[in-house]
């Protein structure tokens, strides 16, 4: 019939033209649409690749804070961390703490004592690499109730380090030092400089404070461990107005005598027991800037 013929004729131009139009494309235009194609999709599963598992990695450090309260009061001390309250409870005078808030340049640290400012710091400086940062709050002076504070950071050691500190404002003397316990087979003892910091082989000692007649005014024991780091501090206040507090010694942290086993034990009685002067605090980099 003619109606089916002219339908005929019809597609018959149409796939004809459609058969042009592709004959007209060159292999090559087809081929680079074929890499393209294949090229976004490359890409986009390299994308999806890295996010997954990414090789390259932001480093992070872990930075431990340790406070001591060595300020001469009947209240106990608070410290902020920005906002937010990190001693809970309030820190004790004699008393040592430790903290590891996510810390950053730029951070502030606020201190109360009896419910009064103190003081506050912003930290300026963190070190590149895992470090315990040593923070003591003491008495500025014998007639003010101002704070003062002094601050380290330990280098990293295997040895244990001890890094000595005087806070006591008044006229009485006495001085540090570190000997065999009692329990020892020895009887070895040095002197602790105030300003320094020392590595202590491992062991179980005892610190005392001897005035200048060789009166003990106080005494700590220590067990030193590889790779821990100490404090100790000679605390008190002589005060011309108010409450006056005697000479004593903070010792921090106390470790624990039964992880002095297999390679931490001594395993022989050492000539001297200080291992070696490792720096003072007066060369020490100071991390906090008093505001």
């Known amino acids: 019939p003619p109606h089916r013929s002219a339908l005929h004729s019809g597609m018959a131009r149409r796939l004809a033209a459609a058969l042009l139009s592709l004959a007209l494309v060159s292999p090559g235009a087809a081929s680079a649409s074929v890499a393209k194609a294949k090229q976004r999709s490359g890409r986009e599963r390299l994308q999806a690749l890295s996010a997954d598992s990414s090789f390259v990695r932001t480093l992070t450090f872990k930075h431990t804070l340790r406070v001591c309260n060595a300020y001469p009061y009947s209240a106990p001390m608070e410290i902020y961390h920005g906002r937010k309250q990190i001693t809970d409870p309030p820190l004790q005078y004699k008393s040592c703490r430790e903290f590891a808030p996510p810390i950053r340049d730029g951070d502030k640290l606020q201190f109360k004592i009896g419910g009064s400012n103190a003081g506050s ?3 300026s400086e963190l070190p590149s690499n895992d470090a315990v940062l040593v923070l003591i ?12 504070f002094e601050s380290h950071i330990f280098a990293n050691l295997i040895n244990a380090q001890i890094a000595v500190l005087d806070t006591y404002r008044g006229r009485a003397d006495a001085q540090p030092r570190i000997q065999d316990a009692s329990s020892a087979k020895t009887s070895r003892s040095e002197e602790l400089r105030y300003d320094s910091v020392v590595a202590v082989n491992p062991g179980i000692y005892e610190v005392v404070l001897q005035s200048e007649d060789n009166e003990m005014k106080a005494r700590q024991e220590l067990v030193a461990l590889n790779r ?3 404090v100790v501090i000679r605390c008190g206040v002589e005060a011309q107005e108010g409450q006056s ?5 903070i010792v921090f942290p106390h470790s624990d005598p039964k992880k002095l086993t297999g390679s931490a034990a001594p395993r022989r009685a050492h000539a001297s027991l200080l ?8 060369m020490a980099s100071q991390w906090f800037l008093g505001a």
């Open 275 to 282: 291992a070696a002067m490792v720096a003072s605090m007066a």
């Open 245 to 249: 507090y005697p000479q004593e010694l």
């Open 137 to 148: 709050v003491y008495r500025h002076d014998t007639i003010s109730s101002a704070v003062a």
């Open 121 to 123: 710091f912003a930290i």
């Open 228 to 230: 821990e780091n100490y």
